[in-house]
């Protein structure tokens, strides 16, 4: 069990506040300045960004609950113009190369292909790294981390997609619309080329209308299993035949002739419906607000909420016009979010590990490659979900594998060391394995400076580097035998040196508590 | 290998540590149970003990994604079968003929010398009732070996090791990959999963000095065993410690376990590892790698009675021709050569591989050279002991009896479950399934 820095304060503080809704005389009440402390403060950085180092804690505590969530929530206000990658804009020459590759010599035209995998998979990387960077250090986090969870939810891979600059615009959309309109969403979604070509949506027409996409809308994108029937499923996908996506133009494309024009009937209502109908109709069913905020307080919480808040989760959702944004504030300010049950009870994602490590680490995040394959190894590889499940996430991240590839992957972060990734990634694929060692013994990934971690009084003495230690890395206590055994490892290094600090370092990021947050 | 051994297993790691008393740790609730299990041990005959040397060994191999059953075991002279596959459609000509009516997918002649061998059983039409065409749901449902319609906490294998094996080894179960699969879900956690052995181990660096009482190894298993002794828990209740405490269950409770078992497996695993060599050519895919893995670690011995390897890709829904070719010589040519290593080492009468996915597919293409999600589908047992051939009834074709355009099933995938626990790993398969399935005559 984990010692927090200081005891919640008891419910009863809590100030009477105007309430409208009925839900929420028991639910989602506002917590109280009393309960806003350093432990708070920190939570509320790791769920709702990636986590920071002590500064930055020290600024949301000082700005008071509603203040520091405003931080989050309403990101709009904070200027953010990064570049693109330099290719995610639509290929002027693609539609001449496309045309090459049709009239030339068998061969000449495997070569092209191979050729273009080759920028597509470099492109993916990129975008990757790209990506990262902006979690790691871009000025607006809980933009970053609901583009991450509708990466996880709409999760579609580029091994299927096969094109970087369309998973670079799916990752633009989901940043666009990250705390908007459910209904925009699903929508933008479903016309989406990469979604178009991940679930086969592309192909579907009247004479053999693909289920993929049907299926999958209800089962994972907005219902869940059970609320529905395989008649709904093959009528939805009637009334989605026709939405489609044009190579030439790289751009989502409604194809007339290929949609059936014909009576559907869908959760018991018959009509001439089209898949805008058809996904209105979805939003509009009960299920649909509680399917979707149960997921994001899953999310965000890090267990899945009882039948009792899962009501008032929805209830605000519906109330705030199923917009994402109030139904955030209210989460980030309600009592619940800061349950000692939820507090540092979640198992950080690979993402999450590797960009909360050096936002606290405070170093730049390593070299494109080199990230690819941290996380790869951890058992998250971005813009490659496993399948359209996404990632199950949770304690599914924990095995002896992975588990002891973050005790490993801590050495490349703190002393540049690459040997973890070298051997792990691409274990499957023998020659794939011998180019990524190439390349990445000569990537320089870098270490952490100690002095800019640890006042000169932290590095010096074992009783003030533990609990900077502690502050830094899990902002709670070690358990009293964890730091003995910290203490005992200091103690026992000739002085204080940068490399004990490092180990020392290393040391913390291979418990078990570490993977939490 | 000269690596010190410092942790056998968590038998061991208990005696040394929580009885003997070489330092005084307590115990997290899931020490405790396991703890509790081992008092239990000897007065409890349906714990399985495993030695390394003896007792068989199951082999699961997932081929996830719906595997298009109709394309795999081909049932080549039904008029149906080709009205429904007009572009898709095997020939006669073409396939690997098993007798007058069925064959193989021409690309798994590995499968066909297995045959011809007498080692490959081919399970025909298995599915369940009601069945779902979630690839998720349905998966879980293979995984848990539920009905439909209910939802099951923890996995069948996990429900095995649970019944059978409390208080083993961890390495019992072994996935070879970066994730657990849902059937390895249990009460008491339990089974270890690695892909490459030469990382599986915490890697102190160039700055440790092992040996040394305050090396960053030795300071790595300290911060990574369980919790030590608290006053309100001390080492004479520890048997009385049934379900406590605050945070039981907690994902906390979880790393700590995983934590243990990866330190109790590492040293050992590497060992095998480096001293065992294979002694058939594989394929170089993902599951030849995975399967060539699998038969060095029973070479060296690991205590393990399940392995369990995946293969990916079977979800065909577009331009099925190449891709299911390409997925069923892999796996034809990996099984094979598995089974020819497992033949050099003499251990081949040890071991079982079973085949299973989610689902099989529609009987009648797509119209992008595809199929869609369907329902029964054959599945494949592979062994020295199979009562090798065509076990089940293959599902009727004809128009009328499909459900939905799909086959029906004859062979509920719980009696192969069933079959494998009874007769292979020598358990009652009751407590684990349920209820009564009755075992398929397999072994």
New interface residues.
């Given amino acids: 069990?984990?010692h927090r820095f200081r005891q919640a304060a008891p419910a009863f503080f809590l100030k009477p506040c105007n309430i409208t809704l009925r839900l929420s005389l028991r639910m989602l009440s506002r917590i109280s300045w009393q309960r806003w402390d350093f432990t708070a403060a920190a939570h509320l950085l790791n769920r709702a960004g990636f986590g920071g180092p002590p500064t930055e804690i020290a600024r949301l505590v000082a700005l008071g609950p509603a203040q520091a969530v405003s931080y989050f929530v309403d990101y709009e206000r904070v200027p953010d113009s990064p570049p693109n990658p330099a290719w995610a804009e639509p290929d002027p020459e693609r539609a001449e190369r496309l045309r090459a590759a049709r009239d030339a010599s068998p061969e000449e035209r495997r070569k092209m292909q191979q050729e273009m995998q080759k920028n597509q998979r470099e492109h993916i990387i990129e975008l990757r790294a790209w990506w990262l960077r902006r979690m790691a250090s871009g000025p607006r986090p809980l933009q970053e981390k609901m583009t991450l969870f509708w990466h996880g939810h709409f999760a579609t891979s580029a091994e299927k997609v096969r094109d970087a600059y369309l998973m670079w615009r799916q990752n633009d959309l989901f940043r666009r619309l990250a705390t908007g309109n459910w209904l925009e969403m699903l929508v933008a979604v479903a016309k989406d080329p990469a979604m178009l070509i991940w679930l086969?949506q592309a192909?579907s027409?009247k004479?053999?209308p693909?289920?993929?996409f049907a299926?999958e809308v209800m089962?994972?994108f907005t219902l869940g299993?059970g609320h529905y029937t395989?008649r709904d499923v093959t009528e939805a996908a009637r009334a989605l035949t026709g939405w489609s996506y044009d190579r030439q133009d790289e751009d989502f494309v409604e194809r007339p002739m290929w949609h059936d024009r014909g009576a559907k009937t869908i959760f018991g209502e018959t009509g001439y419906f089209n898949g805008q109908d058809f996904l209105e109709m979805l939003v509009a069913r009960p299920q649909a607000a509680r399917f979707i905020t149960a997921k994001v307080w899953n999310y965000f919480a890090?267990t899945p909420p009882s039948a009792e808040l899962t009501d008032a989760l929805a209830a605000t959702f519906r109330n705030g016009g199923n917009n994402f944004k109030p139904l955030l504030r209210t989460m980030f300010l309600s009592e619940e979010f800061y349950s000692p049950s939820i507090i540092r009870?979640?198992?950080k994602s690979p993402v999450q590990w590797l960009v909360g490590s050096v936002r606290v680490l405070e170093r730049p995040l390593p070299p494109p490659l080199v990230c690819v394959g941290l996380t790869r190894?951890?058992?998250q590889d971005l813009f490659a979900p496993?399948?359209?499940?996404g990632w199950?996430g949770?304690?599914?991240w924990?095995?002896?594998?992975?588990?002891?590839?973050r005790?490993?992957e801590a050495?490349t972060l703190l002393?540049g060391?690459v040997?973890?990734i070298t051997?792990?990634m691409f274990?499957?694929?023998?020659?794939a394995n011998k180019q990524f060692l190439r390349r990445v013994s000569q990537v320089r990934v870098g270490g952490v400076d100690v002095d800019k971690l640890f006042t000169e009084e932290e590095r010096t003495d074992a009783s003030a580097l533990i609990p900077a230690l502690e502050r830094r890395l899990l902002q709670a206590k070690f358990?009293?035998?964890?730091e003995k055994?910290?203490r005992?490892?200091l103690?026992?290094?000739r002085g204080m040196n940068e490399?004990a600090i490092l180990?020392a370092i290393?040391?913390v990021m291979?418990?078990?508590?570490y993977?939490?947050t | 290998m000269k690596d010190e051994i410092t942790i056998q297993t968590r038998r061991e790691f208990l005696r040394h540590t929580v009885l003997a008393g070489a330092l005084s740790w307590t115990v997290p609730t899931f020490v405790a149970n396991t703890f509790s299990a081992l008092q239990a041990d000897a007065a409890d005959q349906t714990t399985q003990t495993t030695t390394g040397r003896d007792g068989t060994i199951l082999v699961v191999l997932q081929m996830a994604g719906g595997n298009d059953g109709l394309n795999t075991v081909v049932p080549f002279t039904n008029d149906y079968y080709h009205r429904a596959r007009p572009r898709i459609g095997l020939a006669e000509s073409k396939v690997l003929r098993v007798n007058s009516d069925v064959g193989l997918h021409p690309a798994l002649t590995g499968f066909k010398d297995l045959y011809d061998a007498g080692r490959l059983a081919i399970v025909q039409g298995v599915g369940y009732p009601n069945p779902n065409r979630s690839h998720f749901r349905s998966t879980e449902i293979w995984q848990t070996a539920s009905d439909s319609a209910r939802f099951e906490r923890y996995g069948w294998l996990g429900r095995y090791f649970d019944n059978a094996c409390s208080g083993c080894d961890p390495t019992v179960g072994v996935c070879i990959g970066r994730q657990m699969p849902e059937a390895f879900t249990a009460k008491q956690p339990t089974g270890v999963s690695l892909d490459n052995p030469q990382n599986y181990r915490f890697m102190a660096g160039g700055q440790s000095r092992p040996g040394q009482p305050t090396s960053m190894e030795d300071s790595f298993r300290k911060l990574n065993q369980p919790e030590a002794e608290t006053p309100e828990n001390s080492g004479g209740t520890i048997a009385a410690l049934s379900g406590p405490v605050r945070h039981s269950g907690s994902a906390l409770d979880f790393l700590e376990r995983t934590a243990l078992d990866a330190q109790v497996s590492s040293d050992k695993i590497r060992s095998i590892a480096s001293r065992v060599d294979n002694l058939a050519a594989y394929p170089g895919s993902q599951l030849g790698n995975s399967l060539k893995l699998v038969a060095k670690l029973i070479g060296g011995g690991l205590p393990t009675r399940v392995f369990y390897v995946s293969q990916g890709g079977y979800d065909t829904h577009t331009n099925q021709t190449n891709t299911q070719e390409r997925l069923l010589k892999d796996l034809g040519d990996s099984v094979s050569a598995f089974v020819e290593d497992m033949k050099g080492q003499r251990n081949l009468p040890r071991v079982l591989v079973m085949t299973f996915s989610e689902f099989g597919r529609r009987v009648a293409e797509n119209a992008n050279g595809g199929t869609d999600h369907g329902a029964a589908a054959p599945m494949f047992v592979i062994g020295d002991k199979v009562k090798a051939g065509l076990l089940g009834q293959y599902p009727s074709l004809a128009p009328a009896d499909l459900f939905q355009g799909d086959l029906k099933f004859n062979v509920d995938f719980r009696s192969v479950y069933a079959a494998v626990l009874e007769s292979w790993l020598k358990t009652r398969s009751e407590p684990i399934l349920g209820r009564r399935f009755t075992p398929l005559q397999i072994v």
């Fill in positions: 069990m984990l086969d192909q027409r004479e053999h693909n289920e993929n299926r089962e994972l299993e395989e890090g009870d979640q198992v190894n951890l058992g496993p399948n359209v499940k199950d949770g304690l599914s924990i095995t002896t594998n992975t588990l002891l590839s005790y490993n050495a002393q060391d040997s973890p051997g792990g274990a499957n694929r023998p020659n358990k009293p035998e964890q055994v910290l005992d490892y103690d026992g290094q490399g180990n290393r040391l291979s418990t078990p508590e993977q939490l």
